[in-house]
C-alpha cells in the first residue's frame, strides 16, 4: 500500500479554496450547499466503496473503474485532491487493461484509508461550521 499511497503524497487531502467556493454559492443562494454535498457524499461514498470490496471479489474490474469514476467526481466537488487522484489513479490504471488483482487491491485499500482519513476531517468541519 505505501508504494502507491507513496506517489499521492504531495497532493493536498483537502483543498479548502473548493469549499470555500461552495460556501460562496450557498451563501448567493442561500442554502448550505456544503453541508448537503457533504452529507451526499458520505452516503454515495459508502455505496461506492462496499461496490468497489464486491467488485474486487468478482474480479469485474470494469465495474470498478465505474464506481470509482462515481467516487472521484464527489471527491473533486469538495477538493478531496489526494482523494480523487487516488481514483483517478485506479480509473487509469484499469483503462489500460493490463490491471492486476495485486495492484487493483492495494488501490482499492489505499482510497478506502483516504476516505476514512477525509471523512473525520469533514464530518469535525461540518460540525463546527453547521455550529458555528
Do not use: P
Not at 464506481?67 to 489513479?89: E, Y
Not at 492486476?100 to 489505499?110: A, E, G, I, R, W
Amino acid at each position: 500500500m505505501n508504494s502507491i499511497f507513496g506517489n499521492y503524497k504531495n497532493d493536498l487531502s483537502f483543498d479548502q479554496t473548493k469549499i470555500d467556493q461552495l460556501i460562496q454559492l450557498g451563501n448567493d443562494i442561500k442554502e448550505d450547499v456544503v453541508s448537503q454535498l457533504i452529507e451526499l457524499h458520505f452516503a454515495t461514498s459508502e455505496i461506492c466503496l462496499n461496490d468497489m470490496e464486491n467488485e474486487l471479489k468478482e474480479l469485474n474490474f470494469s465495474k470498478i473503474k465505474s464506481t470509482v469514476h462515481k467516487l472521484k467526481s464527489s471527491c473533486g466537488t469538495l477538493g478531496l485532491n489526494r482523494l480523487h487522484s487516488l481514483c483517478d489513479g485506479l480509473e487509469n490504471y484499469i483503462a489500460q487493461n493490463k490491471a492486476q488483482m495485486f495492484l487493483v487491491k492495494t488501490y482499492v485499500d489505499c482510497i478506502a484509508f483516504e476516505y476514512n482519513d477525509t471523512k473525520k476531517y469533514l464530518w469535525q468541519w461540518n460540525k463546527i461550521k453547521v455550529g458555528a
